[in-house]
């Protein structure tokens, strides 16, 4: 097909009165022709398109993860607001959002492909109105039971789906030489709603006199409202976006998919988890600090190092990134234990902030990694390598957020049989010289199959 035809066949289509020869009509808005691979298309008129569907979906994302992160600061203020749970219950409330979101990140995979990406945009901002407005009304009836607070918690799960949809969405973009920085700056987007609500909402919830929790869910409806309206006007849907459920099943069957899936957990579960634990940690390890005053400052560092991740491994390979970072998360875990050992807070600040940047780089350079692997092992097909890429992606963003439960239930668990977080802390760093072994022995190992490739 000739540049020209192309650039044709990229003009959208309203519902059923697209032009063009369409198998039945479809609502939203459609690009049927999609080649970010050819040189010509893209500088021609596929940048522009990219990059104007980038934008809404990484202000989505960031409202995702801003509310699923919600209960992350909020648990912090519960008793000075009435509430009278325990420790425990505490961390539990911080952890069911995560628990809720992992799961919920496989179907959200498979919206892009059934709806269209901006069409499933739209919804699931829309669906952050449940857990804002929830936890809004809740916020304000001490006396509410653990079991139905902790349902209106995992509610919050929603926004943790809209990351596997929007990475998904965005992978069919943008051409193989661009897709690391790309995804990784989709994804920084979506993280920074971590720090973002970590240091907006104990500033929201004290304005004027007194504590007003329920302004923690009040304040981002107008965003949602915005997010899906920005989404509506500006976003296209992918035809070439048709990553199915036996896609999947087929990257489900390839050992690299649960490869890369074990070490996102390392990556990002570690940033997730750590990002969802670290105020209730400084707030029972450092009563006399207020977390929300160095809170937010984890999730900040490890959000903004991603898209770098993604860059070096584009110039050296995400296996190298990764390997490296895994040795610096586990400097700062040792550093992080010998700082709560000598009761020192800044200490146990600086390695925690050390922990967030090497895993935002390892969280860019895993993710990068999927493509490369994908077009070395399928390079019979390129276009079966790029859709059931998009579907690790999605597999992949599912398994390793599980780490954002399993996290700050270890440390919860090692507060109440130890009284202390390192026991968990030695659990986190045995893990991560597992994860450095097995990505060393299947992508960097001398005589390894992909050793060869710059994966």
Same mark, same amino acid.
Request: hydrophobic content about 50%.
């Given at each position: 097909m000739t540049l020209e035809a192309r650039q044709a066949a990229v003009a959208t289509r309203e519902g059923s009165g697209a032009v063009g020869t369409v198998e039945a009509p479809r609502r939203g808005r459609w690009i049927d022709v999609w080649d970010p691979e050819d040189s010509g298309f893209w500088a021609a008129k596929?940048?522009?398109?990219?990059?104007?569907?980038?934008?809404?979906?990484?202000?989505?994302?960031?409202?995702?993860?801003?509310?699923?992160?919600?209960?992350?600061?909020?648990?912090?203020?519960?008793?000075?607001?009435?509430?009278?749970?325990?420790?425990?219950q505490l961390f539990w409330l911080v952890a069911l959002p995560s628990l809720v979101g992992a799961t919920l990140r496989l179907p959200y995979t498979f919206?892009?492909?059934?709806?269209?990406?901006?069409?499933?945009?739209?919804?699931?901002?829309?669906?952050?109105?449940?857990?804002?407005?929830?936890l809004s009304y809740?916020?304000?009836?001490?006396?509410?039971?653990?079991w139905l607070m902790a349902l209106v918690a995992a509610t919050a799960g929603v926004g943790g789906g809209n990351f596997a949809s929007s990475m998904t969405n965005i992978s069919f973009f943008f051409p193989e030489k661009e897709k690391g920085f790309a995804l990784g700056v989709n994804a920084a987007g979506g993280n920074l709603g971590v720090a973002v609500v970590q240091l907006l909402v104990p500033i929201v919830i004290v304005a004027g006199a007194g504590l007003t929790l329920?302004?923690?869910?009040?304040?981002?409806?107008?965003?949602?409202?915005?997010?899906?309206?920005?989404?509506?006007?500006?976003?296209?849907?992918?035809?070439?976006?048709?990553?199915?459920?036996?896609t999947s099943v087929a990257a489900a069957k390839r050992p690299h998919t649960w490869v890369i899936s074990f070490l996102y957990i390392g990556t990002f579960g570690s940033f997730i988890g750590f990002g969802a634990a670290f105020p209730l940690l400084i707030k029972t390890t450092f009563p006399d600090v207020?977390?929300?005053?160095?809170?937010?400052?984890?999730?900040?560092?490890?959000?903004?190092?991603?898209?770098?991740?993604?860059?070096?491994?584009?110039?050296?390979?995400?296996?190298?990134?990764?390997?490296?970072? #895994?040795?610096?998360?586990?400097?700062?875990? =040792? %550093?992080? @234990?010998? +700082? &709560?050992?000598?009761?020192?807070?800044?200490?146990? !600040?600086?390695?925690f902030l050390v922990l967030f940047v090497a895993s935002g780089v390892a969280n860019g350079s895993t993710y990068r990694m999927i493509p490369a692997v994908f077009r070395l092992t399928t390079a019979d097909d390129p276009g079966r390598a790029r859709r059931e890429a998009a579907a690790c992606i999605g597999i992949a963003s599912a398994v390793g957020a599980y780490g954002g439960f399993l996290v700050?239930?270890? #440390?919860?668990?090692?507060?109440?049989?130890? =009284? %202390?977080? @390192?026991? +968990? &802390?030695?659990?986190?760093?045995?893990?991560?010289? !597992?994860?450095?072994?097995?990505?060393?022995?299947?992508?960097?190992?001398?005589?390894?199959?992909?050793?060869?490739?710059?994966?």
């Open positions: 596929g940048r522009a398109v990219a990059q104007r569907n980038l934008w809404p979906s990484i202000f989505a994302e960031f409202l995702g993860f801003s509310v699923w992160q919600l209960w992350s600061i909020v648990v912090v203020s519960m008793p000075k607001a009435g509430f009278t749970y325990s420790t425990d919206a892009v492909p059934r709806f269209g990406g901006r069409n499933w945009t739209v919804c699931s901002a829309l669906l952050l109105l449940i857990p804002t407005l929830g809740f916020m304000t009836q001490p006396d509410t039971p653990f329920n302004r923690s869910g009040l304040m981002w409806l107008p965003l949602i409202a915005l997010a899906a309206v920005w989404a509506w006007k500006a976003m296209a849907n992918l035809s070439v976006a048709n990553s199915s459920f036996r207020t977390p929300a005053h160095y809170a937010f400052l984890g999730a900040l560092v490890g959000s903004v190092s991603r898209p770098f991740g993604g860059r070096l491994a584009d110039r050296v390979g995400g296996a190298w990134v990764t390997v490296c970072s #895994f040795v610096v998360m586990g400097l700062g875990i =040792g %550093s992080a @234990i010998v +700082a &709560l050992k000598a009761e020192s807070f800044p200490a146990f !600040l600086i390695s700050p239930r270890g #440390f919860a668990m090692s507060t109440s049989h130890f =009284g %202390s977080l @390192i026991p +968990a &802390l030695y659990v986190f760093c045995g893990f991560y010289v !597992l994860c450095l072994a097995v990505t060393y022995f299947c992508y960097l190992r001398k005589g390894g199959p992909l050793s060869r490739e710059r994966v």
